[in-house]
């Protein structure tokens, strides 16, 4: 297939990219390089006969016209979003704009695009969203396809609002789209404004290893490099008009999270002192989800996906790419936010 992969030089858009490639599809990776892109994450594809890059943004209607007519891609794989919580406490005003204006569009591209080929049946416009759309679980149950949605921060509402806005020109225009929902990604180039690598580089400059609360708070924690293989799944062989949930049947409360890290990090690079004794309990996020919790029944039964790897093989994994890493995670240190506590301003 060709792909064009919107938000290709971010987090989850770069795993997709590298492993689209090592496929053997070709890519066009479309990304406006703000504040958490980095094109040293597509570096080592960046010379490969399939892949290309354009800087564009989603909200630039002219620009995704040129675009789509330029590279005919036969799928759409849209990942460009502002996706930090706590960012869009702040500013929500930024999650609005990309995430629905953004997704719109892109859409109304996509639709220009597709009916000018004739609309064909094989063109898939694959939206890509998270499981905070539906709000926040209790200590049981499991979020599936069919669970309404309760968005409670700026940004899961901005996400939902973009679900909403894609399945509406399938129904409305008949324009072929499939959606995903996935719980908390981790793993190598992960942006050092979430948890786990806030946590791996404060252990790693004896900082405080600031949690929410009391860290009770459970996610569901998926390893990025299993996700990036459940989407191209999902964008060759997902039902047309149909959602998948995709989770890593991992789940674990914020505390235990991060007191894995320091176990790990203890072996691979110990301190003077255990890291546990950095963990800082701090003011809690401003409407914090209790709980999120993924039922994988379907994307499993119709698609024959499941996870690969657990979160202590991931945990692992990422730590020791943060250790081989250095001069990626250093070059970014000076950006937006990096290292200050956001989402405070509520």
Known sequence: MKLLVTGGAGFIGSAVVRRAIADGHQVVNLDALTYAACLENVVGVADHPNYSFLEADIRDQTAMDRALAAHAPDAIMHLAAESHVDRSIDGPGAFIETNVTGTYTLLEAARGYWEGQGRPGSFRFHHISTDEVYGSLGATGQFTEETPYDPRSPYSASKASSDHLVRAWG??????????????????????????????????????????????NVRDWLYVEDHAEALLLVVRKGQVGRSYNIGGENECTNLQLVQMLCGILDRLRPGAAPYADLITFVADRPGHDARYAIDPTRIREELGWRPSVSVEEGLERTVQWYLNNESWWRALQGRDGVGQRLGVKA
């Open 171 to 216: 129904e409305t225009y008949g324009l072929p789209v499939v959606l995903t929902n996935c719980s908390n990604n981790y793993g190598p180039y992960h942006f050092p404004e979430k948890l786990i690598p806030v946590t791996i580089l404060n252990a790693l400059a004896g900082k405080p290893l600031p949690i929410y609360g009391d860290g009770s």
